[in-house]
């Protein structure tokens, strides 16, 4: 359909409006209640897994470093003897 660039085809236009009654948003309602919380939650979920994550890598270094310094005394022994 060729049509000219003043000929509106709707695209984009609301088509069925919620009456502005209907339509108020208050902040602090229910909705942005339940929002907030499951943020928080999010949060606080994504916080944990990151303790987590370095507390296992931290683990995982100590554990490397010992095992290391235990080869570099068997060394240090077999050298000696």
């Known amino acids: 359909m060729a049509g000219t660039s003043l000929e509106n085809d709707g695209q984009g236009m609301i088509v069925n409006p919620k009456p502005t009654a209907d339509n108020q948003d208050w ?10 919380l499951r943020f928080e939650e999010e949060q606080a979920m994504i916080r944990e897994q990151s303790e987590a994550r370095a507390a296992k890598a931290a683990a995982e270094a100590k554990k490397t470093a010992a ?8 060394a240090a022994k077999d050298a000696g003897a």
């Open 27 to 36: 902040d602090g309602d229910d909705a942005d209640r339940a929002d907030r």
């Open 67 to 74: 095992a290391d310094a235990g080869d570099a005394d068997a």
